[in-house]
């Protein structure tokens, strides 16, 4: 799919200007402003200090990789973007290196091949410096891969299931676990109860849930403190801020919104006119479709305005909004390009003034995106609550 003109345009300005600097200061900048900084607190710059999300301490920006096979060698993302499994490896050794410590994947994200790529890239000496963050909880064939659909948190197969996480991932430890998706038959106290064995066996340090209930997050933060949420967060899909957000503030819990991007949408790299292909998650999500896209762009279109305005780039200016809004707040965005890696990694030195985000944010506002933003059959296993525990 080709680049929005306005998007390239500017990115084409950004890259020159980067060229002239230099891009690796404008890294050095972003990694040595967090690695020496203070605790955030409400009014610093979103760039000043490494974040806590719950208990654990990151960088600003982690990496997504939700890593698919395609042929022998291939490695697609839900959108088509693709790499091989040597670059891969190589993408998640650079994040690394330059100052990423938070990596998001999951069991079902290949099946198992994602965690096999991130446990073979961060094997010896980065693994010590890293956060490994990954998520169980979809029914996955433990021997074959295949999913057998739906979702399963019952804690023999979470206990399986982990044994298995941790010889992908080459460790003998899981910093953040998530359940990936509520099970409507297992109680949360019995899931949250296993997961509190296995950090009592040193297997698992941390856990968290992505698109719980919120019930279902005050009862399973009850049983064993939670440290992190993942839900989808952007300025694409604003929900959590209702609910989500003031109850994670309450209970000191951090949070990690994925789709950070929008799909690519917020970098620029989608048009009024983009359709497509059936394997593209986007083709069965309801806000890319057609017939309201075209009204959907003029978010895009304020994404590539304010960017100009703080002269970086779309992607940029979007994750630089996410850690503006909370300072427990880690975006992990996706990628299979070492350039946009860096790119997303610069974002951790912007900041936004209290006047240029109300601004922004009332101009976010201002847009109603029309569209779910999920196909039917996978928003439904969103916000779910888990059944009471008798
Ligand atoms: N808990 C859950 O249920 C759940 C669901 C979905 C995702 N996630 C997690 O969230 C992570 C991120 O979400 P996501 O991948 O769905 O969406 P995303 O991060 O919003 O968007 C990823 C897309 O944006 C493009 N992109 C990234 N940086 C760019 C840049 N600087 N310039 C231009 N394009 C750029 C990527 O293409 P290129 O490869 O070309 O850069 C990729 O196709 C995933 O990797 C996964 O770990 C979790």
């Keep these: 799919m080709k680049t929005h003109p306005v998007a390239q345009n500017h990115r084409r300005q950004w890259l020159a200007t980067a060229a002239t600097l230099g891009v690796a200061p404008w890294l050095l900048s972003a990694c040595a402003q967090t690695a020496s900084a203070p605790r955030p607190t409400t009014d610093q710059p979103a760039s000043a200090a490494r974040r806590r999300l719950g208990p654990l301490e990151v960088f600003p920006i982690g990496l997504g990789v939700q890593w698919h096979p395609s042929g022998p060698q291939g490695v697609v993302d839900l959108y088509q973007s693709r790499t091989t499994r040597q670059g891969g490896v190589a993408l998640i050794r650079r994040a690394a290196d330059l100052c990423i410590n938070f990596f998001d994947t999951a069991e079902v994200y290949g099946p198992f091949m994602s965690e096999e790529l991130l446990g073979e890239a961060l094997q010896g000496s980065r693994r010590d410096r890293a956060v490994i963050s990954t998520k169980f909880g979809f029914d996955v064939d433990p021997t074959t891969g295949q999913r057998r659909g739906g979702v399963n948190s019952r804690p023999a197969h979470i206990r399986q299931v982990v044994e298995a996480q941790l ?55 009850k049983e064993h403190p939670v440290a992190a949420i993942q839900n989808e967060y952007s300025m694409l899909f604003r929900g959590p801020e209702a609910q989500v957000l003031p109850l994670c503030e309450e209970l000191g819990i951090g949070f990690v919104p994925w789709s950070p991007l929008g799909m690519g949408f917020l970098a620029g790299t989608v048009k009024a006119t983009s359709r497509f292909e059936k394997q593209d998650f986007r083709a069965a999500a309801p806000r890319f479709a057609p017939d309201v896209l075209p009204a959907n762009m003029a978010l895009a279109e304020l994404v590539q305005t304010w960017a100009a305005r703080k002269n970086v780039t779309p992607p940029q200016l979007s994750l630089a909004w996410l850690t503006a809004q909370k300072p427990w707040i880690v975006p992990i965005p996706g990628t299979t390009n070492v350039a946009h890696l860096e790119e997303n990694v610069a974002a951790a030195s912007i900041s936004f003034s209290a006047a240029e985000l109300k601004e922004l944010n009332a101009a976010v506002a201002a847009i109603p995106i029309r569209g779910a933003r999920l196909p039917p059959a996978v928003l439904s296993a969103t916000g779910v609550e888990a059944p009471p525990k008798r």
């Design 167 to 221: 010889r992908r991932l080459r460790t003998d430890r899981i910093d953040l676990l998530y359940q990936h998706r509520v099970d409507p038959n297992v109680p949360i106290e019995d899931v949250a109860g296993t997961i509190k064995d296995l950090v009592r066996q040193g297997k698992v340090l941390h856990y968290g849930l992505s698109e719980p209930g919120l019930q279902t997050i005050r009862r399973a933060h």
